[in-house]
């Protein structure tokens, strides 16, 4: 079953719409004061989507996300040492404290693995979660500002790439070819990480 994290999230915590970043300037385009406010949610969701994708890309963590616990930080689950580094760079972005990100950060990840077991169906449950945070990327990739370098952190380089918040014909070609390439050096990154864990 396909399911759009993003939007099942803004839907169910009643959140305001999350803008897609300029590739060309890396930017959120922010217009009014009241625009400025939502900082923290146009930070803290796509990066805890990209948290949910990375973690599934590992069996460990993809055994997390498909068992029934409820870890006390998401944070750290999903950023392991890079956590403080992922929230000095959430701080810098949205001029809130440390306590308030991760309160906020914990509670969309919460939701993002409640919705994620919800369309997990069948008997291969960890296959069903792999196969919905997969497609997540391609839905998270355009509303991460690159100012939070949290591929860097995920040591995922192209998620900060500006090539990957570009859509259109040529932009979704390379993307597949792109993943046709790449293939072989995801599956030495997976290895790596399942090592971490």
Same mark, same amino acid.
């Given at each position: 079953?396909?399911?759009?994290?993003?939007?099942?999230?803004?839907?169910?915590?009643?959140?305001?719409?999350?803008?897609?970043?300029?590739?060309?300037?890396?930017?959120?385009?922010?217009?009014?004061?009241?625009?400025?406010?939502?900082?923290?949610?146009?930070?803290?969701?796509?990066?805890? *989507?990209?948290? *949910?994708?990375?973690? /599934?890309?590992?069996?460990?963590?993809?055994?997390?996300?498909?068992?029934?616990?409820?870890?006390? %930080?998401?944070?750290?689950?999903?950023?392991?040492?890079?956590? %403080?580094?992922?929230?000095?760079?959430?701080?810098?972005?949205?001029?809130?404290?440390?306590?308030?990100?991760?309160?906020?950060?914990?509670? *969309? =990840?919460?939701?993002?693995?409640?919705?994620?077991?919800?369309? /997990?169906?069948?008997?291969?449950?960890?296959? =069903?979660?792999?196969?919905?945070?997969?497609?997540?990327?391609?839905?998270?990739?355009?509303?991460?500002?690159?100012?939070?370098?949290?591929?860097?952190?995920?040591? %995922?380089?192209?998620?900060?790439?500006?090539?990957?918040?570009?859509?259109?014909?040529?932009?979704?070609?390379?993307?597949? *070819?792109?993943?046709?390439?790449?293939?072989?050096?995801?599956?030495?990154?997976?290895?790596?990480? %399942?090592?971490?864990?």
């Amino acid at each position: 079953m396909s399911v759009n994290l993003l939007e099942e999230l803004k839907k169910r915590l009643d959140l305001p719409d999350i803008k897609k970043v300029d590739p060309n300037s890396q930017q959120v385009e922010v217009k009014t004061e009241k625009e400025k406010e939502f900082r923290l949610t146009q930070a803290i969701v796509p990066a805890a *989507v990209a948290g *949910v994708y990375d973690c /599934a890309r590992s069996e460990k963590g993809l055994a997390f996300l498909a068992g029934n616990d409820t870890p006390p %930080d998401w944070l750290t689950l999903f950023f392991g040492n890079n956590a %403080d580094g992922v929230l000095k760079n959430l701080e810098n972005y949205t001029g809130n404290s440390a306590e308030s990100i991760r309160t906020h950060f914990n509670s *969309v =990840s919460a939701e993002a693995v409640k919705i994620l077991r919800e369309h /997990a169906a069948g008997e291969d449950r960890q296959a =069903s979660i792999r196969n919905i945070a997969g497609m997540q990327r391609k839905l998270f990739l355009p509303y991460l500002p690159a100012e939070l370098h949290i591929g860097a952190l995920l040591e %995922d380089e192209t998620m900060d790439d500006r090539m990957n918040k570009m859509e259109g014909p040529v932009s979704g070609f390379m993307h597949r *070819v792109e993943n046709i390439f790449g293939r072989e050096s995801r599956d030495e990154a997976n290895k790596k990480r %399942d090592a971490k864990m």
